[in-house]
Antibody, heavy 124, light 107 residues
Framework: EVRLVQSGAEVKKPGESLKISCKAS????????IGWVRQTPAKGLEWMAFFWPGEPDPRYKPAPQGQVTISVDKSINTAYLQWSSLQASDTAIYYC?????????????????WGQGSLVTVSS | DIQMTQFPSSLSAFIGDRVTISCRAS??????LAWYQQKPGKAPNLLIYDTSNLRGGVPLRFRGSGSGTYFTLTITSLQPEDFATYFC?????????FGQGTRLEIK
């Protein structure tokens, strides 16, 4: 069974740093794109970034926004989303997502598995 | 970025009804469209990909159609578990973009 298990809720102050995690299991981590989508009441669902763990130098396609970095640790099948300086506008539920298949097959951008979500609240 | 416009934003229907949700892309996305269902407090769940392909385990009462810039999700004979929020998403190119959602409520 494919599972994406995310780290828990966080409450931070503006300017603080944060790293949230997503541990994947039930499939070969190197064979699927993994990434992040956030959800807010105001803007709805927003795709943030994707990562292909199967290459020696993982590549990603960041959405044109913000001071956020995606990374992976292939040794423990875990993806991360990291902020160097949080802003109030980063308050959201963040979902870890997996792409359905290969981009060459036109399938990578369909998100077939989602984590349970990590609520990040940034407030002074 | 490709903008996705979904309508209506909310919809009320009776159990057993047939409903249709629409989604329009700001430019052609061929058949690169997905539909997701989200229930309160849960993550979205992929129902349909590539416009009309049902994900395994999704009931046959869900049907997707369209191409280019206009797409629809039709649910025939609504069941109690179908009342949720539905999102379209373009999968034609990065960055991935979503519609704003349609909330389907019981009348």
């Amino acid at each position: 069974e494919v599972r994406l298990v995310q780290s828990g809720a966080e409450v931070k102050k503006p300017g603080e740093s944060l790293k949230i995690s997503c541990k994947a299991s039930g499939y070969d981590f190197r064979d699927y794109w993994i990434g992040w989508v956030r959800q807010t009441p105001a803007k709805g669902l927003e795709w943030m970034a994707f990562f292909w763990p199967g290459e020696p130098d993982p590549r990603y396609k960041p959405a044109p926004q913000g001071q956020v970095t995606i990374s992976v640790d292939k040794s423990i099948n875990t993806a991360y989303l990291q902020w160097s300086s949080l802003q109030a506008s980063d308050t959201a539920i963040y979902y870890c997502v997996r792409g359905l298949g290969y981009c060459s097959d036109g399938l990578c951008r369909y998100l077939d598995h989602w984590g349970q979500g990590s609520l990040v609240t940034v407030s002074s | 970025d490709i903008q996705m416009t979904q309508f209506p934003s909310s919809l009320s229907a009776f159990i057993g009804d047939r409903v249709t949700i629409s989604c329009r892309a700001s430019q052609s996305i061929s058949t690169g469209l997905a539909w997701y269902q989200q229930k309160p407090g849960k993550a979205p769940n992929l129902l349909i990909y590539d416009t009309s392909n049902l994900r395994g385990g999704v009931p046959l009462r869900f049907r997707g159609s369209g191409s280019g810039t206009y797409f629809t999700l039709t649910i025939t004979s609504l069941q109690p578990e179908d009342f949720a929020t539905y999102f379209c998403q373009q999968a034609d190119s990065f960055p991935i973009t979503f519609g704003q959602g349609t909330r389907l409520e019981i009348k």
